[in-house]
């Protein structure tokens, strides 16, 4: 696994080693049953060279696929939206909230940016045309709602900013 972390590395490439190592996990298992050897006669067959050039392969396709207009369109909110700004503002205070509990924060942002964009994406749903109420989901109003309420929208996407107010509230990300 460390081998095909470097190999990445010099790909310029980070990935989790737990996912690396699922993978060669999955690829050694895959190879043994193929061949009918034991797994541990597997690993005379992998190839951490050839396994980083896969995983960076896909990771190339997957950032290709999103630059050319996968991010930032239906169902995700577009990039500079105001509700997306106040969610991504309060990541810090829900962090001191939580008593730095990451998972419940993911959980909240993950929930709230869900439904930020199928409410920017009701407009063309004809599926959610009954599912409004009384209220309905108007996205334009929604958004004129909240800049209404003048929020510095964009100081939050400012990465340098955000991580000041993460580091205020007396939590920070860093790697181990």
Known sequence: MAQTLTELAHRGVT?????VADVIERNITTVAQRLGIQERSAWRYFDAAALADSIAGQHQEFKDSSDAGGVG??????????????????????????????????????????????????????GCEGSRGPAGHDWEARMKAITAQIPDIDKWFDRRVWTEAMNDSGFAVTRH
Request: net charge negative; proline share 10%.
């Open 73 to 126: 369109q239906t169902p995700m909110p577009p990039v500079g939206n105001p509700e997306l700004a106040l969610i991504l503002a309060g990541v810090p205070d829900a962090l001191a909230e939580t008593g730095g509990d990451l998972y419940q924060v993911i959980v909240n942002v993950a929930v709230n940016a869900w439904m930020a964009g199928h409410i920017h994406g009701e407009d063309g749903c004809a």
């Open 15 to 19: 990935v989790r080693p737990g996912s």
